[in-house]
């Protein structure tokens, strides 16, 4: 039998938009599908190492501020970097940023961040770009089930 896994969504959402794509990330996330893992989602601002310490995989959810990450994200990553470096290497994680613009700074500021922490990105993140669609909220419920899924069946 499977140990339980624990994945940890680190996401900022500051808006009725971004948090749709959050409650589609976490009710992908907890599919029936998905036996042998739990989902927690810990804003970026109250997220600590032991969070991260403790997740078997990381999902991260940012908007795009000014071609950037949201601060929240920054000073979670802040945080947490020293606590985890030696500790988490291998990680399993994805990103999805929602982005009014390309999300290109957005993604290239995180991945600096996870090259450094040596976390392993399980799939290409998930830009959500331009004008809100209802599509996005599909797109990040797969998100949640894929990485969720990839967990429990041992894939990370």
């Known amino acids: 039998?499977?140990?339980?896994?624990m994945l940890l969504v680190v996401a900022h959402a500051p808006s009725p938009n971004t948090r749709k794509l959050l409650d589609?990330?976490?009710?992908?996330?907890?599919?029936?599908?998905?036996?042998?893992?739990?989902?927690?989602?810990?804003?970026?601002l109250e997220a600590t190492p032991d969070?991260?310490?403790?997740?078997?995989?990381?999902?991260?959810?940012?908007?795009?501020?000014?071609?950037?990450?949201?601060?929240?994200?920054?000073?979670?990553?802040?945080?947490?970097?020293y606590p985890?470096?030696?500790?988490?290497?291998?990680r399993p994680y994805a990103l999805w940023v929602r982005a009014g613009n390309d999300g290109t700074g957005t993604c290239r500021a995180v991945d600096t961040i996870v090259t450094g922490l040596r976390w392993k990105a399980v799939q290409e993140p998930l830009v959500c770009r331009g004008e809100f669609r209802e599509d996005f909220v599909g797109q990040c419920e797969e998100l949640g089930m894929y990485l969720?899924?990839?967990?429990?069946?041992?894939i990370f």
């Open 51 to 81: 969070d991260v310490l403790a997740a078997d995989g990381i999902l991260l959810g940012t908007t795009e501020n000014l071609g950037y990450m949201s601060g929240a994200l920054k000073d979670f990553f802040d945080r947490i970097y």
């Open 148 to 154: 969720a899924a990839g967990l429990d069946a041992d």
């Open 1 to 5: 039998m499977a140990t339980d896994r």
């Open 24 to 44: 589609a990330v976490m009710r992908g996330a907890a599919h029936e599908d998905v036996t042998n893992v739990s989902v927690r989602h810990v804003p970026p």
């Open 84 to 90: 985890c470096l030696e500790h988490t290497q291998g």
